[in-house]
């Protein structure tokens, strides 16, 4: 008998047969085996074997395992070699992602993660990313089906901020009014309702940070015009312009400085306006705009909150509606800031809602509901997954048998959907304390600290995302869907069939499945390197750092502000969990809103539900002086440039994109009127 055997460490210990015998047992077990006879005497002969073929004194753990599986081949035990192989499979899949997981963390300890672009290099940042990245391990390897965790891991699909798996869900649309209207407590005591406009102004700031902590996602607030404005009016009476004006500078200052989940990243914020036209309303949204222009302290472009500005004819559309003169306001605002973007009430699928639609600047839309009111107030996504669409069309080359594959991953997603609701649905009410605590979500007003949380999330959505359109299709036809007209159909039945997918599950589960154009910060770059080390380098496919977001056309192709519109407008009204269209202009185009103006009236004709017009930031830290800077400074020559551009849907600045995201922007061709 060996006396010594070598794990896989490199460590030489003492050679025990009884756990070759466990092993084989516990294998026997799985498939209703009970005699521990018999996995003796399979020892005994996984022994001789070794004796024969060994050709080492110290045979390591690997060599004998094979011999195990061998032995219960040849001596008919097929079931239970089957079992050992799945037990050891399972096991090695544990230490690799163990293995992986401390190259992760020395490596956060270097520098943080930048797959979130809001996210610095910050002690707590690091703390933050080494637990989540502990968090995905034991979420993978213990809580999600084997099936799917396979799924995730290969690259077939993306389980979105698995880090917070059974913790919490995605983002909310916060009902500003009814928290400033009622007061609210953030766990250390009552806030009462403000009685000054600068006081509804710091609260809303709280409230943005207080929530972020309970969720995993974005906050917004859908009708924030609308919710200050009857603040003004039923609780603030006599407040002057210029103390509105001070009172949304501040909320704007605190939401790009004060810091939420433990410190690492400031609130991912949105805000929602432009269609209010009482008189406290207009002045809310004026407000809001010339905060934005005149910037932060030095005069810096504010990254958060995300403005979205609502579009709508009768309200502000063209000369003659009340609020015209903010859209053209709106619009010199965004000429300097690339904020606000725009979203279009009259849009097809937005338009029997009324006021009530309302984005996140990430993208994300709430509105149909089969539970409740069909309004966004109080309601958000529970969690997304997306599909590597890329990835089924290199797996099987052929249109039909395309379809095929699709249909199995879809319903592999509405499957692992299914399961993190439920997951989540088990939290009680005392587990997000200011999220449901203070009844923030639509359905939680009855419920109690002990109460699960099931009742309140049915409200939201479950969203099936996907990436990479334009790579699919140059697989399938040989031209993605900006070259060919054949091949655009062929992809508009793909993002077709998705939606009616994901209409399949929300009639099978009732529940409020919906079809998302997944933003992809940092799955662009993660699906093309699993894709390329498996299919080999594909020209127009895998042969660069990232896959191209969603729908759109891919970021290097030379076509014209409209054609990209037209192209990509269909798409919009298929993705009602969220979807984005942009447009990149060479510099500012402050100087001409008339082309401004064409080119948002353009997206509202081609029934576009939301986008934003993209063009180079560059901000002197130094000087303040702002432009398209090449290099130093052209005023004082400082280095210490700030560059800001559109990621994923919201602002951050280049140093915090990630690699895939820093090789698209280099991509990123400049689009023709």
Known sequence: ?????????????????????????????????????????LTERVISYLFKHSNCEIPDVETIQDAVEKVLIETGHAKTAKAYILYRSKRTRIR???????????????????????VGNSPSAKMLQIASAASKHY??????????????????????????????????QIDLTKLLTNGFNTGYGFIRPPKRISSAAAQAAIILQSNQNDMFGGQSFPHFDKSMGEVIRNQCPGTTDDEIFQAIEGLIYNLNTMHSRAGAQVPFSSINLGTDTTPEGRKVIEAVL??????????????????????????????????YDL??????????????????????????FGDEVSYMGCRSRVIANRHGAEISAGRGNIAPVTVNLPRIALRTRDIDAFFVELDSILDLCSRQLLHRFNVIASLKVKDLPFLMGQKLYMGSENLKDQDEIREAIKNGTLAIGFIGLAETLIVLTGNHHGEDEESWKIGYQIIEGIKKAADNYKEQYDMNFVAYATPAEGISGRFIEKDRKEFGMVKGVTDKAYYTN???LPVNYQTSIFDKISKEAPFHKLCAAGHISYVELPSSPKNNLQAFEKILKHMAKCDIGYAGVNFPIDECRNCGVSGIIDGSCFSCGSDDIRRIRRITGYLSTIDRFNDAKQAELADRVKHTL
């Open 1 to 41: 008998m060996f006396a010594k055997i070598r794990k896989r460490d490199g460590r030489v210990v003492d050679f025990t047969k009884e756990k070759i015998t466990s092993a084989i047992f516990k294998a026997a077990r799985q498939v209703g085996g009970e005699d521990y006879e018999t996995s003796e005497n």
């Open 96 to 118: 690799d992602a163990k293995s992986e997981l401390m190259d992760i963390v020395k490596d956060i300890l270097v520098e943080t993660s930048r797959d979130n672009a809001n």
């Open 139 to 172: 979420y993978l390897n213990n809580v999600i089906p084997e099936e799917m965790s396979r799924a995730h891991i290969s690259g077939d699909i993306h389980i979105h901020d698995l880090d917070y798996y059974s913790k919490t869900l995605n983002c909310l």
């Open 290 to 323: 010339r905060a934005f222009d005149n910037g932060l302290g030095k005069g810096e472009s504010p990254i958060f909150p995300n403005l979205v500005f609502r579009l709508r004819k009768g309200i502000n559309m063209d000369a003659e509606d009340p609020n």
């Open 327 to 352: 859209f053209r306001l709106a619009m010199s605002v965004a000429s300097k800031r690339m904020n606000p973007t725009f979203s279009f009430m009259d849009s097809s699928f937005n338009s029997r």
């Open 550 to 552: 969603s729908f759109h």
